[in-house]
């Protein structure tokens, strides 16, 4: 499979369920991302992980859990989440970040989990 | 803080059309600049980019974007546009942040064509 792929597509859970969103990418890429988009509202970056290390944390409440096993895989640990965190949750990655400008930082995205919370 | 502006969030053109979608950045610094577009049912994926270079960027199926620095813009262009451009368009920086150029998006445009 090539790409950057999300598993699973679709998820319904209630307030206090805990459940994992899943980031695979086949690009040989060395940073990930997760972004959450909401209707009317502009996609919002919730974490950048570069060469397996959080890079950055954008305010993200601590019911969202990222863990980066390895640069190919992503995951994002949800855990007694609100009705407001019912979204759609991107991951993309790119070739690097490292503070070199050009092509590292083109992104390429999944198709993204439709979460709705309870 | 740093932000991106899209100034239309609806734009309905007919088939013919010329397109123009505004961007706007407030940062003083280097930046890397992009277009993405998410076709319906589809990823987002990237419609063009600006790093370095001429500052007018040829991108894929007749896009163009140019880059003004002066003013901190990176403006989309088609001029002729067709019903299977219907997408959502975003506009995305990459600001250098703590020596990482971190990624922030526009809350994207709506374009519909009507053939």
């Given at each position: 499979e090539t790409g950057v792929t999300q598993t699973p597509r679709h998820l319904v859970m209630g307030m206090t369920n805990k459940k994992s969103l899943k980031c695979e990418q086949h690009l040989g890429h060395n940073?990930?991302?997760?972004?959450?988009?909401?209707?009317?509202?502009?996609l919002e970056l919730m974490f950048v992980y570069s060469l397996?290390?959080?890079?950055?944390n954008n305010s993200v409440p601590s019911r969202f859990?990222?863990?980066?096993p390895n640069s190919s895989h992503l995951f994002l640990h949800l855990h007694t989440l609100q009705p407001e965190d019912s979204?759609?949750?991107l991951c993309a990655s790119s070739l690097g970040l490292a503070g070199v400008a050009g092509d590292r930082d083109e992104q390429f995205f999944g198709p993204?989990?439709?979460?709705?919370v309870l | 803080?740093?932000?991106?502006?899209?100034?239309?969030?609806?734009?309905i053109l007919?088939?013919?059309?010329?397109?123009?979608?505004?961007?706007?950045?407030?940062?003083?610094?280097?930046?890397?600049?992009?277009?993405?577009?998410?076709?319906?049912?589809?990823?987002?994926?990237?419609?063009?980019?600006?790093?370095?270079?001429?500052?007018?960027?040829?991108?894929?199926?007749?896009?163009?974007?140019?880059?003004?620095?002066?003013?901190?813009?990176?403006?989309?262009?088609k001029p002729s546009v067709q019903w299977s451009d219907t997408a959502e368009y975003f506009?995305?920086?990459?600001?250098?942040?703590?020596?990482?150029?971190?990624?922030?998006?526009?809350?994207?445009?709506?374009?519909i064509v009507h053939p």
């Amino acid at each position: 499979e090539t790409g950057v792929t999300q598993t699973p597509r679709h998820l319904v859970m209630g307030m206090t369920n805990k459940k994992s969103l899943k980031c695979e990418q086949h690009l040989g890429h060395n940073a990930m991302y997760w972004y959450k988009q909401s209707a009317k509202k502009p996609l919002e970056l919730m974490f950048v992980y570069s060469l397996e290390e959080r890079v950055e944390n954008n305010s993200v409440p601590s019911r969202f859990s990222p863990e980066c096993p390895n640069s190919s895989h992503l995951f994002l640990h949800l855990h007694t989440l609100q009705p407001e965190d019912s979204a759609l949750y991107l991951c993309a990655s790119s070739l690097g970040l490292a503070g070199v400008a050009g092509d590292r930082d083109e992104q390429f995205f999944g198709p993204g989990t439709r979460l709705t919370v309870l | 803080a740093q932000s991106v502006s899209q100034h239309n969030h609806h734009v309905i053109l007919s088939e013919a059309a010329s397109l123009e979608l505004g961007c706007n950045y407030s940062y003083g610094g280097t930046v890397n600049l992009f277009w993405y577009v998410q076709y319906p049912g589809q990823h987002l994926q990237l419609l063009l980019k600006y790093f370095s270079g001429d500052p007018l960027v040829k991108g894929i199926k007749g896009f163009e974007a140019e880059f003004i620095k002066s003013k901190f813009s990176f403006n989309l262009r088609k001029p002729s546009v067709q019903w299977s451009d219907t997408a959502e368009y975003f506009c995305a920086v990459t600001l250098l942040s703590g020596g990482s150029y971190i990624p922030t998006f526009g809350r994207g445009t709506s374009l519909i064509v009507h053939p």
